[in-house]
């Protein structure tokens, strides 16, 4: 006898499992290239290498006396390498006998989640590294002091363009501040952060971050060079659940050899600065008296925590 028309199958569920997967992915990373302000998010097409290129060069004295002839200035175009990119994979398998007691779907949900909070995890262990190669530097007494020397040193850095600021700083390097100051945080990509800080821009916090060190660049400075896993032709040959973005995919079947659901998921993405020079690494000193900066009214409310979350709620009270 044919199956029902209509009939919910165990592949129609492990394909909508797929498909929030890569959903809660793309939302948080939609959420965090908003909140940083990433307006350039770049796919690598198969057998293309990402270039750009930069003018350079010396704008001669424009003072010239009558009949005489008008000095050249010279300029050049110089190739600017972008940061390569590697496709990363992972495999996990959730046993017969984990699904047996607590259910497959809790079973393998509780592994999918862990899983996708671990990925986030590593991107952002990548991104805090490279920011800590920025060979831009400045330092303050304090936070406050910190943050104004540089943000002074970024407008340095980019006096030609009108930018906003974004700062990256270790969670204990601004609890003193949060202890005193009214203010509302919000969570991305597992990253608490702050809106308009002092006036200077958005302030992202992880411990990922070194304590007594604070990065910072241009939002028009960052870049999301990412691999496109439902193109660059990798669809030709593997099938991945993905949305129409291709950040992330994942593909979930049994395997009967060792009697567990085995899910694959790939990405391959890069947040990076195009100007290094253009990071700035701060040091923050203790102040003076033993206590941080800070104490007036950034708006907002009261503080809240950061963590591993997966998704982009607002956390103020």
């Known amino acids: 006898m044919a199956a029902e028309t209509n009939l919910i199958t165990s592949e129609d569920l492990a394909r909508a499992r797929e498909v929030q997967f890569t959903l809660r992915f793309t939302e948080s990373i939609k959420k965090l290239t908003e909140a940083l302000g990433v307006t350039r998010k770049i796919a690598k097409q198969a057998g293309t290498v990402l270039k750009s290129y930069k003018a350079t060069g010396t704008l001669e004295d424009g003072d010239v006396a009558e009949g005489e002839t008008i000095p050249l200035s010279k300029y050049q175009t110089e190739v600017v390498s972008y940061k390569e990119i590697t496709l990363l994979k992972w495999r996990k398998a959730t046993s017969a006998e984990a699904i047996i007691e607590k259910g497959y779907d809790q079973a393998v949900t509780m592994t999918t989640d862990r899983m996708?909070?671990?990925?986030?995890?590593?991107?952002?262990?990548?991104?805090?590294?490279?920011?800590?190669?920025?060979?831009?530097?400045?330092?303050?007494?304090?936070?406050?002091?910190?943050?104004?020397?540089?943000?002074?040193?970024?407008?340095?850095?980019?006096?030609?363009?009108?930018?906003?600021?974004?700062?990256?700083?270790?969670?204990?390097?601004?609890?003193?501040?949060?202890?005193?100051?009214?203010?509302?945080?919000?969570?991305?990509?597992?990253?608490?952060?702050?809106?308009?800080?002092?006036?200077?821009?958005?302030?992202?916090?992880?411990?990922?971050?070194?304590?007594?060190?604070?990065?910072?660049?241009?939002?028009?400075?960052?870049?999301?060079?990412?691999?496109?896993?439902?193109?660059?032709?990798?669809?030709?040959?593997?099938?991945?659940?993905?949305?129409?973005?291709?950040?992330?995919?994942?593909?979930?079947?049994?395997?009967?050899?060792?009697?567990?659901?085995?899910?694959?998921?790939?990405?391959?993405?890069?947040?990076?600065?195009?100007?290094?020079?253009?990071v700035v690494v701060t040091t923050i000193s203790a102040a003076a008296g033993g206590e941080d900066a800070g104490g007036e009214d950034a708006g907002g409310e009261d503080a809240g925590g950061g963590g591993d979350d997966v998704g982009g709620e607002e956390t103020g009270t």
């Not at 330092?139 to 407008?155: C, E, P, R, S």
């Not at 809106?195 to 990065?215: H, R």
């Not at 960052?222 to 439902?230: G, K, M, R």
């Open 116 to 278: 996708l909070k671990d990925v986030q995890k590593g991107i952002r262990a990548r991104f805090f590294t490279f920011l800590g190669t920025g060979t831009g530097v400045a330092a303050g007494n304090g936070l406050q002091a910190a943050m104004a020397q540089t943000w002074g040193k970024l407008q340095t850095l980019f006096e030609d363009d009108e930018i906003s600021a974004v700062y990256f700083i270790n969670p204990l390097d601004i609890a003193d501040y949060l202890a005193t100051a009214q203010i509302t945080t919000q969570t991305a990509f597992g990253m608490t952060y702050i809106e308009n800080f002092l006036g200077m821009g958005t302030v992202f916090m992880n411990s990922s971050v070194p304590k007594g060190k604070m990065y910072s660049t241009a939002k028009d400075n960052l870049v999301l060079y990412y691999i496109p896993v439902n193109g660059a032709d990798l669809s030709e040959a593997f099938s991945f659940t993905a949305d129409k973005t291709g950040y992330i995919g994942i593909h979930e079947v049994p395997d009967y050899t060792n009697m567990t659901a085995s899910d694959t998921v790939v990405n391959g993405m890069e947040l990076f600065a195009e100007r290094i020079d253009g």
